[in-house]
């Protein structure tokens, strides 16, 4: 399938905070934002990591939850009217001819833009592996980390590894499906919702399914088919457990991904910029917050929302080399304010 | 007041530790690639550590979600996030060996 490619000024990889700031800086000098990001909702770490942690040092409010912060900067971001693109990954990003970049999602989705602003913070969220030697080797036969169509697990003996929402939630969903359900944790806490743990409970009371305390140390199987685990139990010894399908939910973690392949600088996994425009090493292609790397880089929102602003001011000189900027205040420019839909 | 570290190696080292700081802070000051993604909030658990078992009983319980980070990574019998974990007087000489998790690879 081709798709129309979409064009815009300004493609943001990442919706974390310092993309959406970015959105309202580069919305001030009237350049049109189109956000990517791999969670399925704004606010990146934020909201993926900490919504409900407390932040204390944004200038001028003294305390403020990820998930309030995501929420303001969405709303300081709205008058210029971002389009939004979640669960989607950027994977490939190109220069054209006419100077102008294309960028690529594994979705399927391609824009054409004038200028490319990296705000991906840790890289890319991916579910985070379990430190099982061999695990690779099954991954997409009989180890999975998501689960994409239910179906898929009728009539296996599926095993499940982990404590939080996702592990119970699926345990519980799938256990109808499944040939047989277990669910294997490091301890008899859970971080799941209360309900989900009570009905779990009630399952393996119902004999419907089991619960292991203990973590896995080893798979067995042949060509990518597992056959069983071994794990070890808290109180130091191992047992095997019978399974041909293994679900591990330990949450996600991030990586730097598909920024590497892009034929930018790099220097230690962050993308070095200049601390005027703060762009990388391809003119056009921009890169704020905890991305990047420059001298006395420090990693706060606050550094991100500076930088930002200076980008800004960059980016629209590369996009229209010509125009002249006349800096301005939101307070007394009129013009700002009615970009703003205040005046 | 010191700390000994055990890195991805199995390489021991001394490092000189300051009451009141966490240990995860004296292992980056130290500048060791410890990920500690969060810096300090109890949320990702990368700056994991297997506290040696003798040392394990003076350290306070942990809490919730010291827990669930975890939980999330792989976390085992003596496994504790440096990031919780603050220097007094009593912890001089503890001795940690970074998990796997914990350690910054090139990409």
Same mark, same amino acid.
């Given at each position: 399938?081709?798709?129309?490619?979409?064009?815009? &000024?300004?493609?943001? $990889?990442?919706?974390? #905070?310092?993309?959406?700031?970015? /959105?309202?800086?580069?919305?001030?000098?009237?350049?049109?934002?189109?956000?990517?990001?791999?969670?399925?909702? #704004?606010? =990146?770490?934020?909201?993926?990591?900490?919504?409900?942690?407390?932040?204390?040092?944004? #200038?001028?409010?003294?305390?403020?939850?990820?998930?309030?912060?995501?929420?303001?900067? *969405?709303?300081?971001?709205?008058?210029?009217?971002?389009?939004?693109?979640?669960?989607?990954?950027?994977?490939?990003?190109?220069?054209?001819?006419?100077?102008?970049?294309?960028?690529?999602? &594994?979705?399927?989705?391609?824009?054409?833009?004038?200028? /490319?602003?990296?705000?991906?913070?840790?890289?890319?969220?991916?579910?985070?592996?379990?430190?099982?030697? !061999?695990?690779?080797?099954?991954? !997409?036969?009989?180890?999975?980390?998501?689960?994409?169509? *239910?179906?898929?697990?009728?009539?296996?003996?599926?095993?499940?590894?982990?404590?939080?929402?996702?592990?119970?939630?699926?345990?519980?969903?799938?256990?109808?499906?499944?040939?047989?359900?277990?669910?294997? +944790?490091?301890?008899?806490?859970?971080?799941?919702?209360?309900?989900?743990?009570? %009905? *779990?409970?009630?399952?393996?009371?119902?004999?419907?399914?089991?619960? +292991?305390?203990?973590? $896995?140390?080893?798979?067995?199987?042949?060509?990518?088919?597992?056959? =069983?685990?071994?794990?070890?139990?808290?109180?130091?010894?191992?047992?095997?457990?019978?399974? &041909?399908?293994?679900?591990?939910?330990?949450?996600?973690?991030?990586?730097?991904?598909?920024?590497?392949?892009?034929?930018?600088?790099? +220097?230690?996994?962050?993308?070095?910029?200049?601390?005027?425009?703060?762009?990388?090493?391809?003119?056009?292609?921009?890169?704020? =917050?905890? $991305?990047?790397?420059?001298?006395? %880089?420090?990693?706060? $929102?606050?550094?991100?929302?500076?930088?930002?602003?200076?980008?800004?001011?960059?980016?629209? %000189?590369?996009?229209? #080399?010509?125009?002249?900027?006349?800096?301005?205040?939101?307070?007394?420019?009129?013009?700002?304010?009615?970009?703003?839909?205040?005046? | @007041?010191?700390?000994?570290?055990?890195?991805?190696?199995?390489?021991?080292?001394?490092?000189?530790?300051?009451?009141?700081?966490?240990?995860?802070?004296?292992?980056?000051?130290?500048?060791?690639?410890?990920?500690?993604?969060?810096?300090?909030?109890?949320?990702?658990?990368?700056?994991?550590?297997?506290?040696?078992?003798?040392?394990?009983?003076?350290?306070?319980?942990?809490?919730?979600?010291?827990?669930? @980070?975890?939980?999330?990574?792989?976390?085992?019998?003596?496994?504790?996030?440096?990031?919780?974990?603050?220097?007094?007087?009593?912890?001089?000489?503890?001795?940690?060996?970074?998990?796997?998790?914990?350690?910054?690879?090139?990409?």
């Amino acid at each position: 399938m081709t798709q129309e490619a979409i064009s815009t &000024d300004v493609v943001i $990889i990442g919706a974390g #905070p310092c993309g959406l700031f970015a /959105v309202f800086e580069l919305g001030l000098l009237d350049m049109k934002c189109h956000l990517v990001d791999i969670l399925d909702k #704004p606010g =990146g770490q934020c909201a993926e990591l900490y919504p409900e942690k407390p932040i204390y040092d944004i #200038p001028a409010l003294p305390v403020v939850s990820g998930h309030e912060l995501t929420e303001r900067l *969405m709303e300081q971001a709205a008058p210029f009217s971002p389009e939004y693109h979640y669960n989607e990954m950027v994977e490939e990003l190109e220069k054209l001819e006419d100077g102008r970049f294309r960028v690529k999602t &594994d979705g399927g989705l391609v824009f054409e833009a004038k200028v /490319v602003v990296i705000a991906a913070g840790g890289g890319s969220f991916q579910p985070k592996k379990p430190p099982i030697p !061999g695990i690779d080797a099954y991954e !997409g036969q009989s180890v999975f980390y998501s689960v994409k169509r *239910m179906e898929n697990f009728r009539n296996k003996k599926v095993l499940i590894s982990g404590g939080g929402d996702s592990a119970l939630d699926w345990t519980i969903n799938l256990q109808p499906v499944a040939q047989s359900m277990q669910l294997i +944790h490091r301890r008899d806490g859970f971080r799941a919702a209360p309900d989900s743990v009570n %009905k *779990m409970h009630a399952l393996v009371e119902e004999g419907k399914m089991q619960f +292991h305390l203990g973590q $896995i140390t080893a798979l067995h199987g042949d060509n990518g088919q597992l056959t =069983g685990v071994t794990a070890k139990g808290n109180d130091g010894s191992d047992y095997e457990i019978e399974c &041909d399908t293994l679900l591990p939910f330990f949450g996600l973690t991030m990586k730097l991904g598909p920024i590497a392949n892009w034929g930018l600088n790099l +220097h230690e996994n962050l993308i070095p910029v200049d601390t005027g425009k703060f762009q990388s090493s391809e003119p056009g292609i921009f890169a704020i =917050g905890d $991305i990047n790397t420059y001298p006395g %880089k420090l990693k706060l $929102i606050l550094s991100g929302f500076h930088e930002a602003a200076l980008m800004a001011q960059a980016a629209f %000189k590369y996009a229209n #080399p010509d125009a002249k900027v006349t800096f301005q205040y939101t307070t007394s420019s009129t013009s700002l304010q009615k970009k703003l839909g205040v005046a | @007041m010191r700390i000994i570290l055990v890195d991805g190696k199995g390489r021991e080292r001394e490092l000189e530790a300051i009451e009141g700081w966490r240990v995860m802070e004296i292992i980056r000051d130290h500048g060791f690639p410890i990920v500690a993604e969060c810096g300090g909030a109890c949320a990702c658990g990368t700056c994991q550590v297997e506290v040696d078992p003798q040392w394990a009983a003076k350290l306070h319980e942990p809490r919730g979600d010291e827990l669930d @980070m975890l939980d999330q990574n792989y976390g085992g019998e003596w496994s504790r996030l440096s990031c919780q974990l603050i220097m007094t007087p009593e912890l001089d000489g503890l001795r940690v060996r970074l998990a796997d998790v914990a350690i910054r690879k090139a990409a």
